[in-house]
């Protein structure tokens, strides 16, 4: 939509331009016959030509202004807390800031509509620079029953297929040596190409793995009981 209106206001320029070029030229042309003629209207005619010609470059460039974009302001680590909250509430996302703290600048725990829940921080320490999405993934004590009754192979194959969904998405983890629970997260530099569109697609992305996660987690539990849930997906608080 940008690049449209842009696009419209260097058309309407070029026109405008073309169009003084043409009227220069017509009384560049007219004021030359009276000269060559030897007319006392010349003199006059330059002098209101040039007042005319001045005045509409004047107006040209008037409007070009007012309808020239506002220039946008590159997001940095001062603005990105005040710019990501107002992306995420713009979506109509349920956004809470936790209690900042020595590790993180902010912290915002934000819940889909789907009902998962994604941290979103700016560290102090380890990654300043980066904009961090996390979530932890952990069974609750009913689903720890069902998975107790699960081989060591087939516990083995569905962590492998997670990891290997996590893997596609380019997704990170820490923590996974079971089907205990771990973290999920996944990091994206504060520069100035940092804008709305990269951080809605990244929650729609972590959401997507979730689900990608909580059907795998379904799968291996529900095929040894018909009653079992899939694994509980919880917010990093």
Do not use: C
Not at 171 to 193: C, E, Q, V
């Amino acid at each position: 939509m940008e690049q449209s209106k842009q696009q419209r206001i260097s058309e309407n320029l070029t026109v405008g331009i073309i169009a003084s070029l043409i009227a220069t030229a017509i009384v560049g042309i007219f004021v030359t016959l009276l000269s060559y003629y030897g007319s006392r209207w010349a003199i006059p005619i330059i002098h209101g030509a040039l007042a005319a010609l001045f005045t509409l470059a004047l107006s040209l460039g008037i409007m070009a202004l007012r309808r020239m974009p506002k220039a946008y302001a590159p997001t940095t680590s001062e603005n990105v807390e005040a710019r990501v909250r107002d992306w995420l509430d713009k979506f109509h996302l349920s956004v809470k800031r936790l209690s900042a703290n020595e590790d993180t600048y902010f912290h915002f725990v934000v819940s889909t509509s789907g009902g998962k829940k994604i941290g979103i921080a700016r560290t102090k320490n380890e990654w300043p620079d980066y904009l961090e999405f996390i979530t932890l993934i952990g069974p609750d004590e009913e689903e720890k029953k069902a998975i107790a009754t699960l081989s060591e192979r087939e516990k083995n194959l569905a962590i492998w297929e997670m990891k290997l969904e996590l893997a596609r998405a380019r997704m990170g983890y820490s923590g996974f040596s079971s089907l205990g629970g771990f973290t999920m997260f996944k990091r994206i530099p504060i520069s100035r190409t940092l804008n709305e569109a990269l951080v809605i697609d990244t929650v729609w992305e972590m959401e997507a793995m979730l689900n990608a996660i909580y059907a795998i987690g379904a799968k291996s539990i529900t095929t040894h009981g018909p009653t079992a849930e899939p694994p509980t997906i919880i917010g990093k608080a």
